[in-house]
C-alpha cells in the first residue's frame, strides 16, 4: 500500500534553516509528480510547492518561492524540502502528497511533520 | 486568478445528507477539483476527483456515501446517510498553470 513518512520538523529559530524528508514507498516513486501542503495551527490547507516525476520542473507558493526548494532522490524514493530563512508564519504541519496520475491534485497524503519557528 | 470558495460551515442530522458546496472563480469553470477529507487531528485523506461534467473518481476505500456533482463553476460533494465520523473537515483543491489552490475549507457538523 501507499506509504509516505515525512521527518525533520522540529522547533527552529527565525532565520535559520531546516530540511523535511519525505520516505514513500508502495508505489513506483519515479512515475509521480510530488507535492508539499502545509497547515498552520487552526488553519486550512496551504498547497507549498510541486515537482515533477523526473525533477525538472517545480512550482512553489508565492509565500515560499527563493526560500523553500523542493527536491527528489529517485534511487532513494525520496522526496526532500529545504526551508531557509524560517519565518514565524511558517509555523506549520508539512504534509508530503502523492500527485493523482493526470490530475495536479494530491491523492495519497503522509502523516505530516510540524515545524515550529520561534525564538 | 485562480479561487475556490468554500462556505465555512455546515451541518446535517445523523443519517441525513448533506452537499457541500465548492465555487470556482470566473472563468474557470472547467476545472475539475479534488475533495479531501481532514477528520479531527488527522491528515488529510483524498475523497475524489470531480470533473466539470460531474463524472469522478474515487480514492481507495472511500464509501458509496460519497459522490459529486458538478454545475457550471459549482463542485458538490454529498455525503448520505451520515455517520458521527464524517463530522471533519472537507476542503476542496484545483490547480492552473504552476500554481495549486485549496478552498478556505468547510467545517461539517453531524447533529
Keep these: 500500500q501507499v506509504q509516505l513518512v515525512e521527518s525533520g520538523g522540529g522547533v527552529v529559530q527565525p532565520g535559520r534553516s531546516l530540511r523535511l524528508s519525505c520516505a514513500a514507498s508502495g508505489f513506483s516513486f519515479s512515475s509521480y509528480t510530488m507535492h508539499w501542503v502545509r497547515q498552520a495551527p487552526g488553519r486550512g490547507l496551504e498547497w507549498v510547492a510541486l515537482i515533477s516525476f523526473d525533477g525538472d520542473i517545480k512550482y512553489y507558493a508565492d509565500s515560499v518561492r527563493g526560500r523553500f526548494t523542493i527536491s527528489r532522490d529517485n534511487s532513494r524514493n525520496t522526496l526532500s524540502l529545504q526551508l531557509n530563512g524560517l519565518r514565524p508564519e511558517d509555523t506549520a504541519m508539512f504534509y508530503c502528497t502523492r500527485g493523482l496520475r493526470g490530475a495536479t491534485v494530491s491523492d495519497y497524503w503522509g502523516q505530516g511533520t510540524l515545524v515550529t519557528v520561534s525564538s | ?111
Excluded at chain 2, 472547467?30 to 469522478?56: E, T
Design chain 2, 1 to 111: 486568478q485562480l479561487v475556490v470558495t468554500q462556505s465555512p460551515s455546515a451541518s446535517a442530522s445523523l443519517g441525513a445528507s448533506v452537499k457541500l458546496t465548492c465555487t470556482l472563480s470566473s472563468g474557470h469553470n472547467s476545472h475539475a477539483v479534488a475533495w479531501h477529507q481532514q477528520q479531527p487531528q488527522k491528515g488529510p485523506r483524498f475523497l475524489m476527483l470531480l470533473n466539470s461534467d460531474g463524472s469522478h473518481i474515487k480514492g481507495d476505500g472511500i464509501p458509496d456515501r460519497f459522490s459529486g456533482s458538478s454545475s457550471g463553476a459549482e463542485r458538490y460533494l454529498t455525503i448520505s446517510s451520515l455517520q458521527s465520523d464524517d463530522e471533519a473537515d472537507y476542503y476542496c483543491q484545483t490547480w492552473g498553470t504552476a500554481i495549486v489552490v485549496f478552498g478556505g475549507g468547510t467545517t461539517l457538523t453531524v447533529l
